[in-house]
C-alpha cells in the first residue's frame, strides 16, 4: 500500500526557536498534502492543504506565517513552526493524497511527530 | 459546518465479542467517509473507504456501513482480539469541489480485554 513517512518522529526544542517537520510520500506521488495537529485525547484538526507548487490553504484560526508549509515536489511537503512557544506542542501528522493512489480520494497518513517546546 | 460525533467515546468488552462503533455528521453532503485506527503516540491507519455511493464495505472481520440520509456509519468488528485495542476515528470527505478535507470525530477508544 501506498507509504508516507514524516522527519523527524519527534523533536524537544527551546521556545523561540523554529523547527521544520518533512512529510514524504514514498511510493506516490501525492498532488495535496494535508497537515493535522491533535492535542492529547483530542481528535485530528486540519490545518492546511498543500498543493504542489502553489501556496497552501489554510483553515480558519490557523496562523499561515508562524505554520509555513512548502509543498516543492509531488513527494515532499514541509510545515515550519516559527518561533515555537509551549501552546504549540502538539502531535504533528501529515497525509497525502493522489488520484494515482488506487482509490480515488483516499488519503494515506503519516506516522506523526511529536513536537514538545520547552 | 460538518460535525461528526462518535459513540460511545470509550468502549470495554472480553475477547470474542461482536461490537459496534456508530459515527454521524450532520451534513449528508459528503464525498465519502474513512474509518481509521490510531494506536496511542502513532499515526492512522486506514481501515475501510466508503465512497458516497456506496452501502458498505468489508475488510476481513471489519465491515462499514454508510447511510448517507440519516447521516450515520457503523464500523462492525467481529470476533473482537486484544489486538483489536486502539482508537478508531472517523472521517468525512467533503461534499463539494473534492477538496479531500477530512472532519475527524473524536473517536472510540476501544480496549479488548483477553
Known amino acids: 500500500g501506498a507509504v508516507v513517512s514524516q522527519h523527524p518522529s519527534w523533536v524537544i526544542c527551546k521556545s523561540g526557536t523554529s523547527v521544520k517537520i518533512e512529510c514524504r510520500s514514498l511510493d506516490f506521488q501525492a498532488t495535496t498534502m494535508f497537515w493535522y495537529r491533535q492535542f492529547p485525547k483530542q481528535s485530528l484538526m486540519l490545518m492546511a492543504t498543500?498543493?504542489?507548487?502553489?501556496?497552501?490553504?489554510?483553515e480558519q484560526g490557523v496562523e499561515k506565517d508562524k505554520f509555513l508549509i512548502n509543498h516543492a515536489s509531488l513527494t515532499l511537503s514541509t510545515l515550519t513552526v516559527t518561533s515555537a512557544h509551549p501552546e504549540d506542542s502538539s502531535f504533528y501528522i501529515c497525509?497525502?493524497?493522489?488520484?494515482?493512489?488506487?482509490?480515488?480520494?483516499?488519503?494515506?497518513f503519516g506516522p506523526g511527530t511529536r513536537l514538545t517546546v520547552l | 459546518k460538518q460535525e461528526v460525533t462518535q459513540i460511545p467515546a470509550a468502549l470495554s468488552v472480553p475477547e470474542g465479542e461482536n461490537l459496534v462503533l456508530n459515527c454521524s455528521f450532520t451534513?449528508?453532503?459528503?464525498?465519502?467517509l474513512q474509518w481509521f485506527r490510531q494506536d496511542p503516540g502513532k499515526g492512522l491507519t486506514s481501515l475501510l473507504l466508503i465512497q458516497s455511493s456506496q452501502r458498505e464495505q468489508t475488510s476481513g472481520r471489519l465491515n462499514a456501513s454508510l447511510d448517507k440520509s440519516s447521516g450515520r456509519s457503523t464500523l462492525y468488528i467481529a470476533a473482537s482480539q486484544p489486538g483489536d485495542s486502539a482508537t478508531y476515528l472517523c472521517a468525512v470527505g467533503g461534499g463539494s469541489g473534492n477538496t479531500g478535507k477530512l472532519i475527524f470525530g473524536q473517536g472510540t477508544t476501544l480496549q479488548v480485554k483477553p
Open positions: 451534513d449528508s453532503a459528503i464525498y465519502n
Open positions: 498543500s498543493n504542489e507548487g502553489s501556496k497552501a490553504t489554510y
Open positions: 497525509s497525502a493524497r493522489s488520484l494515482l493512489a488506487g482509490v480515488l480520494n483516499e488519503q494515506f
